[in-house]
Nanobody
Framework: QVQLAESGGGLVQAGDSLRLSCVVSGRTGSRSAMGWFRQAPGKEREFVAAINWNDNTRYAHAVEGRFTVSRDNAKNTMYLQMNNLKPEDTALYYC????????????????????WGQGTQVTVSS
């Protein structure tokens, strides 16, 4: 059974940085697209960033230039480096994996992924 485990969240001040990690267990994720999504209280889950098997990346407009998604296939881990954090970045951050397709592009929609982690909380104070 494939499982995803996020870590690295926390409480920081505006302007600080955090790095989130997402470890894939149960299978290799190297040929699959992976993504980061977030959900703030009272809001819908929204796309943050994604990376495909060939390390092509895509970002939401709100985080472009501040966040960087990457992956280490040897460690079966995806990362999200978040710099210059803002209070509006406060949310529960989820990682996601598409186990249904190989060597495909990275989707920016939640329906493009079928496996999800439990989330890690990021809180940015002003």
């Amino acid at each position: 059974q494939v499982q995803l485990a996020e870590s690295g969240g926390g409480l920081v001040q505006a302007g600080d940085s955090l790095r989130l990690s997402c470890v894939v267990s149960g299978r290799t994720g190297s040929r699959s697209a992976m993504g980061w999504f977030r959900q703030a209280p009272g809001k819908e889950r929204e796309f943050v960033a994604a990376i495909n098997w060939n390390d092509n990346t895509r970002y939401a407009h709100a985080v472009e230039g501040r966040f960087t998604v990457s992956r280490d296939n040897a460690k079966n881990t995806m990362y999200l480096q978040m710099n210059n954090l803002k209070p509006e970045d406060t949310a529960l951050y989820y990682c996601a994996l598409d186990t249904r397709r190989y060597l495909s592009g990275a989707s920016s929609t939640a329906t493009g992924y079928d496996t999800w982690g439990q989330g890690t909380q990021v809180t940015v104070s002003s």
